[in-house]
């Protein structure tokens, strides 16, 4: 597939450290609407909720062989199989030993790979899927293109918080466009093992000033809680979410694994901006702001 890099600066960091969070920082009393059924299931209506609300949410999106698929491809990357690929993050609690580990350990070591497609054909058919793609496209009104692709895995015990933020606080591209991330569970994603969590409607409160905490986020003191809405799914189910979208998703204190993909979309027609420009809205800098 052909697909821009990015310059997100998430790819190249090093895993955020592990720090403690505020306890009500995310509520676990919401959980979002979703539809049954697969891609063919989304109707004009299904579009222009996710246009009032940020979100959507289709619980039977991926068949149960197309979800092992992807998991064999993901732990055939993980597993070190593919001589070239490189793109694995640790865990920080764990990255000093992973030279040590081997198997279900190593993997359960692991908080993310990414810029995985062009490695592995399995997690290429996932970002190249059809009904996925025609869902996009009727979202976006123009043709959906590949802008980034990650996944998530936050492994049991560890599995650390993702803070909440913006995806566009992390792309070079002009504000306004239509950016989509498309979450696929590949397991159960419960509110025990880390799931999503969304603040509906956000992604029409225009851009939040990010700070660097715990992560590049959304200041604690400035994510609007009590709107807080869980976003728990079977494997196969997935969401789309606009990119402006408030969201994050707190530890995995379960024993369960929390695999997902993560990949997001632009329409082929929106041109980059440069780095600057996306922190002269994003960032604090010359602000009269503080976390
Ligand atoms: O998979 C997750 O827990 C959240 C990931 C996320 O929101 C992101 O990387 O932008």
Known sequence: MNHPTTSEPRDIAPAPAAIPYPENLYRFDTVAEGISGDFSAVTEAHIQYFHQHGYLVIHDAFRPDEVQDALAGMVHLMDGNHPDFRAIQFEPKLAKRKNALEGQERRDAIR??????DYEPRLNAMAEHSGMLGV????MDDTPELYQDMALVKPPHFGSEKPWHQDCAYFDLPRGTTVVGVWIALDEATPENGCMHIIPGSHNEG????????????????VPVARDTMVPLQPGGCLFWHG???HGSPVNQSTQRRRALQLHYKPA?????TTQERMAVYG???KAVEC
């Open 112 to 117: 993310k790979i990414f810029k995985f497609v």
């Open 136 to 139: 996009l496209q009727r979202i």
């Open 207 to 222: 851009p939040m000033i990010h700070f660097k905490r715990r992560d590049w986020q959304i200041c604690d003191t400035h």
């Open 244 to 246: 402006m979208l408030h």
């Open 269 to 273: 027609s929106c041109e980059a901006i």
């Open 284 to 286: 604090s800098e010359g």
